[in-house]
């Protein structure tokens, strides 16, 4: 059972254009959810993550857009770059358990 | 410097032998995981920790083992390896003290294992 699902599985955006991820869950335990950047042949690395009580966080050009009676959230990477070229994760967490569920992944390749 | 050193970067094993990989972290965080990465599989969760001497079964256990006897070290073992191409182990650590900060995981570089 997938419990974050995340789309699109690759993107392809031009220099200058947004780049926009989504992720949706079904658990309403969860509590925090964050995103995670990672490059080729290393390790993920936090990018931006918020809770459930606010529906937008900004830091830089990376938002995070949350729906909580829709259970989705999305990840939006404005005036994108080729250094944002990477994989990117959603995740969620419930805090009782310790455990990160992710996403599978979406592969944003963005041409100069 | 403060992080999560995992070790060894590469290694290549023959199938059916045992094959423990290191994770060591300074950043005194309470809980650590081992994770697995497939091409088009995401992040799959393998044990978790969240205290010395505790441990509990992810998604993917079976045919892994770890340990926890101190709290900056969970090392995992793959029990009889198994022929594969090549796949990405990554350990992580969250201090576990609440907040978003407390939740944030981090993630070491990670470790290829290959088995022939």
């Known amino acids: 059972q997938q419990q974050v699902k995340q789309s699109p599985q690759s993107l392809i955006v031009q220099k200058g254009g947004i780049s926009i991820i989504n992720c949706a869950y079904e658990?309403?335990?969860?509590?925090?959810f964050p995103w995670y950047q990672q490059f080729p042949g290393k390790g993920p690395a936090l990018l931006i993550a918020?809770?459930?009580?606010?529906s937008e966080k900004k830091e830089g050009r990376f938002t995070i857009s949350f729906n909580k009676s829709a259970k989705q959230f999305s990840l939006h990477i404005m005036d994108s770059q080729p250094g944002d070229s990477a994989t990117y994760f959603c995740a969620a967490l419930s805090g009782s358990n310790y455990k990160l569920t992710f996403g599978k992944g979406t592969l944003l390749t963005v041409n100069p | 410097d403060g992080g999560i050193t995992q070790s060894p970067k590469y290694l290549f094993r023959k199938e059916g032998q045992n094959v423990t990989l290191s994770c060591e972290q300074n950043l005194n965080h309470d809980a650590m995981y081992w994770y697995r990465q497939d091409p088009g599989q995401g992040l799959r969760l393998i044990y978790y920790s969240q205290i010395v001497n505790d441990f509990q079964k992810g998604d993917i256990a079976e045919g892994y083992s770890v340990s926890r006897e101190k709290k900056e070290s969970f090392p995992l073992t793959v029990t009889s390896a198994q022929k594969n191409p090549t796949t990405f182990y990554l350990c992580a650590s969250q201090s576990g003290t609440g907040g978003i900060s407390g939740n944030t995981i981090y993630f070491g570089e990670g470790s290829w294992l290959t088995v022939v």
């Open positions: 658990n309403t335990a969860f509590d925090y």
């Open positions: 918020i809770r459930p009580d606010v």
